[in-house]
């Protein structure tokens, strides 16, 4: 194990649009370990993803969510983000006239208790920018763009491993990363965050309905969720066997 | 002479109600030789900074031409005053219009002119800068009226563009009420972008008439900043066949601003297209009024228009209004409108905060963002700069950027 960052998650509940949708997870992830969720549609899959990173309308009923002891119920995104935590949403967000670079900038901008480095300089996200893309086959051009407007659903989800490259942050949730995918995109992408799992520790929440994803990158562990629980958890081979016999059972 | 009133479809909404005339002078025009007031001076040679490549410059006071520089341009090509134009310049694209139209065709003291003439290809905008200021009011105690003309007409395969800025001092009341026409005559290319940054006490009443003959090409951004009330109408008529017009219109309203921006898509010609894109911001308790027709003439066989008004209200106090008309003569035809009145959308806050982007700056990139999609696709593309550097000024003030009161 590298770095000694550690994600727990205890007994979550979470709403959406009142609905009570996550119904008890329990989750532990430490630092270079990649979990993997997998579970029907509607299962709530998402709203965890949410619940976890803190999006406004998907309320904490229950539990609760701690990086390296701090406990994140109850403060904003932003700060879950700054504490380490890092979402790659299912549909990525167009935000018109905005430029990448300019939130790469102020993602990494100190907020007063981190120091300035030479990474943080606009040069230093410059840079970043450009070897994430070249890591992912991420055409440059596209750097240049306002987020994900006029970008295709798989330019998009390329983006969000890009943004995730640059920040490094100790841990990520990655909601369906590989829908949309060709195949050569899905071996970049999965060659990419099991680098990162390496390089500086990256501990993976990754949600996916595939397998394939799994041929690159390795999973600790599988965890399937049916209606809000995690009903069964086990090795890579339990995601190979999903595949085969589908959710029937649970 | 009946001044409008906001029982007129067009004018619903407004504050026209409240307008006095008797309270306004026509502004004197400045004696030949008069040394140039040092704020328009100074606000000339800004707008020169941020357009260093210009094809000529043109400054008016209160409408009076007060001078004309070329810079290269080509000698065919006419930048001036009425007395360089032959009999019948104005009014070609604009007969008639209401009181306000009509007070400016008595008041104008000159117009600005500017002939391209056919094949002609002007490369770098030409620039026009009415200065309206009290300093040459007349009339005792009465506020200054201005009654700025400009002319454009690119000829046929001609193709050139257009910056027309309305500024003046930040202080005063003043009255400005300019009459613009565009007219693009078969496969020109005219370009046109209109800037109004007036004081906040100045009553600002516009009225562009555009035309596009046959295959002609019409772009205009028309973008308000300045005054108490701001109102802007653009009437765009597809008059030639396999024409077509395109419209963008940005308006940031701070205090008690009100931005009012009329349009009329005309399409007279069949296979005719145009495409209005109006974007608009309000904050503190400042308002704003969109309200856009398009019409479809009997005839104007395969016409497409769109019409979308996207409105941002920052804050509580702040109101917008958005009303799209179709009136449509004809089958055959594609047209389409859609408007958005809302506070910053909640999912593109989201998204930014999770990358650890604070909520107030991603607030602020959020509607810097709202503007720049447009300014960056202005018809006139040296105009960029200026228009950045405007609505940066008055977005720093309505998000509160920088400042001690971060709380409003
Ligand atoms: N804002 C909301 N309001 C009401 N119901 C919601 C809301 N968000 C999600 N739900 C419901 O909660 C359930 C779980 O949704 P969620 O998006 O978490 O599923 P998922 O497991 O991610 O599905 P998929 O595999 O299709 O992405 C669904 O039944 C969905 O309709
Ligand atoms: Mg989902």
Known sequence: MTAGHHLVVEGLHASAGGKAVVKGVDLSVSGGEVHVVMGPNGSGKSTLAHALMGRPGTTVTGGSIRLDGLELVGIPAWRRARAGLFLALQQPIEVPGVLLDAVMAEALAPDGSEEPTAERTPAGIEDRLRREAAAIGFDERFLRRALNVDLSGGERKRNEVLQLGVLRPPFCVLDEIDSGLDVDAVRAVARRIESATEEWGLGVVAVTHFHRLLRVLRADRVHVLVEGRIVASGGPELAEELEHTGYAAY | ?408
Request: proline letters at 6%; hydrophobic letters at 40%; a negative charge.
């Open chain 2, 1 to 408: 002479m009946a001044l409008p009133s906001d029982k007129e479809e067009v004018w619903r909404y407004s504050p026209i109600d409240a307008l006095d005339l008797d309270g306004y002078a026509p502004v004197r025009p400045v004696p030949p030789g008069t040394s140039p007031d040092p704020l328009a001076a100074a606000f000339v040679a800004g707008v020169a900074r941020d357009l260093p490549e210009r094809a000529a410059t043109v400054t008016t006071s209160g409408g009076a031409v007060t001078s004309v520089a070329r810079h290269g341009l080509d000698e065919g090509v006419l930048v001036g005053s009425l007395a360089d134009a032959g009999e019948g310049t104005l009014g070609r694209v604009l007969a008639g219009g209401d009181a306000l139209v009509r007070l400016n065709d008595g008041f104008h003291p000159d117009a600005v002119v500017i002939d391209v003439p056919d094949g002609a290809v002007v490369a770098d905008p030409i620039v026009v800068v009415h200065w309206c200021d009290a300093a040459t009011a007349g009339g005792s105690g009465a506020a200054p009226a201005s009654f700025p003309r400009t002319v454009v007409r690119i000829g046929r395969g001609a193709s050139a563009g257009v910056v027309e800025v309305v500024a003046g001092p930040p202080q005063g009341r003043a009255l400005v009420v300019p009459v613009t026409e565009l007219h693009a005559e078969d496969g020109a290319v005219l370009s046109y972008v209109g800037l109004q940054v007036l004081g906040p006490n100045v009553w600002h009443i516009a009225r562009i008439a555009a035309a596009s003959e046959r295959d002609a090409s019409l772009r205009t951004f028309t973008v308000g900043l300045g005054g108490a009330y701001d109102r802007s109408r653009t009437d765009a008529v597809a008059a030639g066949a396999g024409s077509t017009t395109q419209l963008r219109s940005a308006y940031l309203g701070t205090g008690e601003q009100v931005h009012d921006v009329r349009t009329l898509q005309d399409h007279a010609a069949p296979h005719t297209t145009s495409d209005l894109l109006c974007k608009g911001a309000v904050a503190g308790s400042s308002r704003s009024i969109y309200s856009g027709l398009i019409r479809v003439r009997r005839g104007a066989l395969r016409t497409e228009a769109f019409q979308t008004n996207n409105n941002l209200v920052l804050d509580a106090g702040a109101h917008a209004d958005s009303v799209p008309n179709l009136d449509i003569e004809e089958n055959d035809v594609r047209c389409s409108h859609a408007s958005t009145v809302g506070p910053v959308d909640e999912d593109q806050r989201y998204y930014l905060e999770s990358r650890g982007v604070p909520p107030e700056r991603a607030e602020q990139l959020i509607v810097l963002g709202f503007f720049e999609d447009i300014i960056q696709r202005s018809p006139v593309p040296g105009s960029v700069e200026r228009l950045r550097r405007e609505v940066g000024i008055r977005l720093t003030e309505a998000l509160h950027i920088g400042g001690g009161d971060g709380d409003g």
